[in-house]
């Protein structure tokens, strides 16, 4: 009788420990205001933080993929695996930030998403890499949020915009204080600091090429801009030479790998937060974290998508440098450093201009 006991006391520990989305199961489930309640680790029985309270079921909505790919259609959630995040929602207010509450969703990724959907960019004759690729999101009362593809491909830490179905507050041991919840699926992006871009019952997912007339020349040489111009709404709107003397360069050390190439350096990059720079010239507001774009192209032609979010609305201090060497003749004297990213694609050389748009 003791082993059948033991036996039966590992197995309910070990289901607890797979996620912080799946607390212990349980056969005890009930509805709460239509929201399916799974019960919870109430008594501590393991390590994890993130199964302590209930976890509830969102309500869910038909979720569609379009734009430049060849198989448009509607998502089957059901073939993609779950996934797991913790967030701190804040959202922008007049007298400050304002704390919304702290949860854990479960969901399904963007990544997981669009991966089998496959690219047919619309400017492939003149721009072949991916880039240049951002992805709308647009919920069922026509708000839209945007994100690069670098975002969503690229980072250190992938899986963490997802389309959340499930969700847990994740609640102060000495207050109690118990977040409102959410009733609705929801887009939820775990790097954002200011969390604008998590809208609730996302419904259509649009895949998009930067739209911009540039000359593209592969392999010139030497690849070199004595500057770059600042775009604002396609008017210039700076001009720089050198990096701005009123930001403070810091360095970041990194193993820069490329894609195609492999290992470049593990030298340490030396420069100025662009995000500082964007700030000077870019408000934040709902729109600026929710819709903005920029666009940083090089002397050849190349280019590369970043969203305003994930320059200068993180919350890991991952940020994009922009490096100037003015000694440098070929591949200068501007580039930009991604500290986000796991490959160096969107490191972009000889730069010459950076577009901002909402």
């Keep these: 009788m003791k082993k059948i006991v033991l036996i039966s006391f590992v197995a309910t520990i070990t289901a607890m420990l797979f996620s912080c989305g799946e607390p212990a199961k349980t056969d005890k489930t009930v509805k709460d205001e239509s929201q399916t309640k799974a019960m919870a680790d ?7 933080f993130y199964d302590n309270a209930e976890k509830y079921a969102l309500k869910t909505y038909n979720l569609e993929v379009g734009g430049e790919v060849s198989n448009p259609g509607k998502v089957d959630l059901s073939k993609l695996p779950r996934r797991s995040v913790i967030v701190k929602e804040t959202l922008l207010d007049g007298n400050g930030d304002k704390f919304v509450g702290a949860y854990c969703y479960d969901g399904y990724s963007l990544f997981d998403i669009l991966n089998n959907y496959h690219i047919e960019k619309k400017n492939e004759d003149v721009f072949k890499p991916i880039i240049d690729l951002y992805v709308e999101v647009e919920n069922e009362a026509g708000e839209k949020v945007v994100f690069s593809w670098g975002e969503i491909y690229y980072p250190n830490h992938l899986h963490e915009i997802i389309i959340a179905t499930d969700v847990m507050r994740i609640v102060p041991s000495k207050t109690n204080e118990l ?34 007339d540039l000359v593209t020349i592969k392999g010139k040489d030497p690849l070199f801009s004595p500057k770059f111009d600042f775009y604002k709404d396609g008017e210039v709107i700076a001009s720089y ?8 360069e810091i360095s970041l050390h990194t193993i820069f790998y490329g894609r195609g190439r492999g290992i470049h350096s ?9 995000k ?32 305003y979010s994930e320059i200068c609305n993180r919350n890991d201090q991952a940020d994009v440098l922009l490096v100037c060497h003015p000694e440098v003749k070929t591949d200068g004297i501007f580039r930009l450093f991604p500290s986000c990213d ?17």
């Excluded at 030479?241 to 403070?248: E, G, L, S």
């Excluded at 490959?343 to 577009?355: C, E, M, P, V």
Aim: no cysteine; aromatic share 8%; charged share 20%.
């Design 266 to 274: 593990t030298q340490p990059f030396t420069g100025a937060p662009l």
């Design 276 to 307: 500082q720079l964007i700030n000077e010239k870019v408000n934040r507001t709902q729109r600026a974290i929710r819709n903005g774009l920029i666009l940083a192209t090089a002397d050849d032609g190349y280019r590369g998508v970043y969203t």
């Design 342 to 358: 796991f490959f160096s694609d969107r490191a972009i050389k000889g730069l010459n201009g950076i577009y901002y748009s909402e």
């Design 179 to 212: 977040w409102e919840l959410p009733t609705d699926s929801k887009l939820v992006v775990v790097s954002d600091l200011i969390t604008e871009r998590n809208i609730s019952k996302p419904t259509k997912i649009t895949v998009k090429s930067y739209e911009i």
């Design 42 to 48: 109430t008594s501590d029985l393991t390590n994890n």
């Design 241 to 248: 030479t050198a990096n701005p003397k009123n930001i403070q």
